[in-house]
């Protein structure tokens, strides 16, 4: 098993933003080098501040609200403090919104371009979100 995991991180789909954030935090606190890279529909709902909730895409995400699991923005913030992880907001997303670093959850670490990403991902495991 790779000892490196990178995330890709795209979809607004509650039941995506939540898988994300549990392979991102489970993977961290293993002992993983996890770097996540958020971007696309994903981007809005770390906005610093945002209580914004994501649609679900089918039952599975209902039952996640209902049942009160720990929300993704906090696996996310769990995966940095506990395991390590850096998260880096996309680049191209950011300018697209007109988001600036400070505008995002302070547990984003610097922007990164896609090329800048793919490079550091290689050697290890992708996910796509």
Known sequence: MSEKMSIVLVSGLREQLQMAGMMASVGAVSGMEVTVFVSMN???????????????????????????????????????????????????????????????????????GLTKFLSDAQGGQVWSF
Not at 55 to 77: D, Q, S, Y
Not at 86 to 95: I, L, S
Not at 99 to 109: A, I, R, T
């Open 42 to 112: 994903a981007l809005r709902y770390f906005l610093k501040g945002s209580t914004e909730a994501p649609p679900a895409e089918g039952p599975m995400g209902k039952l996640l609200e209902e049942k009160k699991a720990p929300l993704f923005r906090t696996l996310f913030e769990q995966a940095v403090e506990l395991g390590g992880a850096r998260v880096h907001p996309c680049t191209m997303a950011m300018d697209i919104m007109g988001v600036e670093k400070e505008g995002l959850e302070p547990y984003f670490d610097e922007p990164l």
